[in-house]
């Protein structure tokens, strides 16, 4: 801990005036002027104070050594275990420029539309909670120099006839990328560092621990080789886009533009550094969910469950008038109606299926190159793609996800839209068809589900919400085809199919706040008193 030269009492980086202040006496120094190693004693390495969690093995480090009964990582509230520890130096830190008020602020304003989260993501006390913490970044330089050459060609019409005229550009290429970063914690999930992204490398200076005077920092452990492709790569797309642009303004269709970039291009250097983020975590059972804020710009990335009672109340609520504006229009046959039903229901399965399947990905940390690193040990580059290998041979590529959940939404309410009219030429031996169709699709989306529910670590459900979805498929086939003469049978059944469908649809709210929170974390294989996750 860093003591005030004029009174003895505690020093704290201020970050309105940047500098090092007393919370007793208020002097304040330059952060330069305060350095535990003498001028003779050249170190690459400092002491601070190591936080490890009790719980997960989350570890934080501060130059000062205040007792933290918080664990920001997997939110549990019990007094981490601390010992002193000397830390390599980074060469750079970015300070943080938003204070504690600007983070809440911004966060403040992120809620406001998010109009279904839980009461407990506004409470005062809850964003009182937030935590400067700096996370470690690689920085990679790369260096394009050298001279290039790709073929063009530029077609016009002139009647019946295509005139081509084919090109040969050539020329010099002197390009420097400084500063592409990626975060070298383990701790700090990929996702949510390209969310709060980017930094402003240019106010980058140079390190000194008293800059970490009363805030903490996370540890860097992920080795600076894993993101190096990445930073090529990046920059390879940059030039070669430039380039595009330049030589195609006459309207030129250029090819090869990427090889002949990707040949001249290097990593020049690489820096460790510092960057700034307010860090928030909120604990919900054995899952977790974090609000982060740019230090430096107050960009926000928040994690936000749904509250399932405010969603199915604004539900309820809107259900009523498009009900009322559908009857004014159409008249549904029971039979159509109970059509509509299953067709609703058969996309609650579909969508329910890739929640699941977006659930698996995350718990499994498949897209986090740095924290799989940890776990595996291992890794190279394929084709340009980053790929992982498991401890038992399996390979995990990281590759796109399917469809987003409101593009599923999306087809959807188009569905729903457009069913009223196509179900006016639809004819009974249709409706038996395409009521086979569905319920076969839903058969194989339930069986599809169950694989991918196995694979999720959330405790044995007794009735599975996407069963609903099933069974009420099943109800419409059996009613469509033995097709009974009365039409109280088709309004029950109707009744019924909207009691299971709603489960399935309470459950994919359910899953989808799964998929809103985290996993609770465990950092390098530590199993500590919380064995859930």
Wanted: hydrophobic content about 40%.
């Amino acid at each position: 801990m860093y003591q005030c030269p004029n009174c003895g009492g505690a020093l704290k980086f201020d970050i309105q005036s940047q500098s090092i202040k007393c919370v007793q006496c208020s002097s304040s120094f330059d952060p330069y002027s305060f350095d535990k190693t003498t001028d003779a004693e050249v170190s690459d390495e400092y002491q601070v104070t190591k936080f490890t969690c009790p719980q997960c093995g989350g570890e934080i480090v501060s130059t000062d050594n205040t007792a933290a009964n918080f664990c920001s990582f997997c939110g549990a509230s019990t007094i981490l275990m601390q010992n002193l520890s000397n830390e390599k130096k980074p060469k750079y830190i970015i300070p943080f420029i938003r204070t504690k008020e600007d983070c809440k602020a911004e966060y403040k304003k992120t809620m406001k539309h998010a109009i279904f989260a839980p009461k407990e993501l506004r409470d005062p006390a809850y964003i009182d909670g937030f935590r400067g913490i700096y996370i470690p970044y690689w920085a990679y330089y790369v260096k394009q120099q050298g001279h290039i050459s790709f073929s063009g060609k530029k077609s016009e019409r002139h009647g019946d006839y295509i005139y081509t005229d084919n090109y040969r550009v050539e020329g010099d290429l002197n390009c420097h990328y400084k500063g592409l970063t990626h975060d070298a914690s383990s701790s700090f999930d990929d996702n949510i560092s390209e969310r709060i992204a980017p930094y402003d490398v240019k106010n980058m200076k140079a390190f000194n621990p008293s800059f970490l005077s009363g805030f903490y920092a996370d540890t860097a452990d992920v080795p600076s080789d894993i993101y190096i492709n990445e930073s090529v790569d990046f920059a390879n797309q940059e030039s070669a886009g430039y380039v595009n642009r330049s030589a195609s303004s006459g309207k030129m269709d250029i090819s090869g533009t990427n090889t002949a970039v990707s040949g001249l291009s290097h990593i020049d250097s690489i820096d460790s550094s510092l960057f700034p983020v307010w860090f928030l975590s909120y604990r919900r059972k054995n899952r977790v969910a974090y609000a982060t804020v740019n230090g430096q710009t107050g960009k926000v990335a928040a994690d936000i469950p749904i509250d399932v009672g405010k969603f199915t109340i604004f539900s309820l609520i809107l259900a009523l008038p498009i009900y009322l504006l559908l009857n004014l229009f159409f008249t549904f046959k029971p039979t159509n109606a109970l059509l509509l039903v299953s067709f609703i229901a058969l996309v609650g399965l579909i969508v329910h299926y890739f929640e699941l399947r977006s659930i698996v990905k995350r718990d499994q940390n498949s897209d986090d190159k740095g924290l799989n690193y940890q776990k595996t040990g291992t890794s190279y580059v394929n084709n340009n793609s980053f790929l992982i290998i498991n401890k038992q041979g399996k390979s995990n590529n990281n590759g796109k996800s399917g469809p987003s959940f409101a593009g599923i939404i999306t087809v959807f309410v188009i569905g729903c839209i457009l069913f009223p009219f196509i179900s006016i030429f639809i004819k009974n031996t249709t409706n038996s068809i395409i009521s086979v169709i569905i319920a076969a699709i839903s058969v194989l989306m339930g069986i599809f589900c169950g694989k991918e529910l196995r694979k999720i670590d959330l405790g044995k459900p007794k009735f599975p919400g996407y069963l609903g979805a099933v069974v009420a498929n099943i109800i419409t086939l059996l009613i469509t085809v033995i097709a009974p003469a009365d039409d109280e049978f088709y309004y029950v059944a109707l009744v019924v199919s909207i009691v299971f469908m709603f489960m399935t649809l309470i459950d994919l709210i359910k899953y989808f706040n799964v998929l809103a929170t985290r996993k609770l974390p465990q950092f390098t294989n530590y199993r500590g008193g919380d064995d859930r996750a």
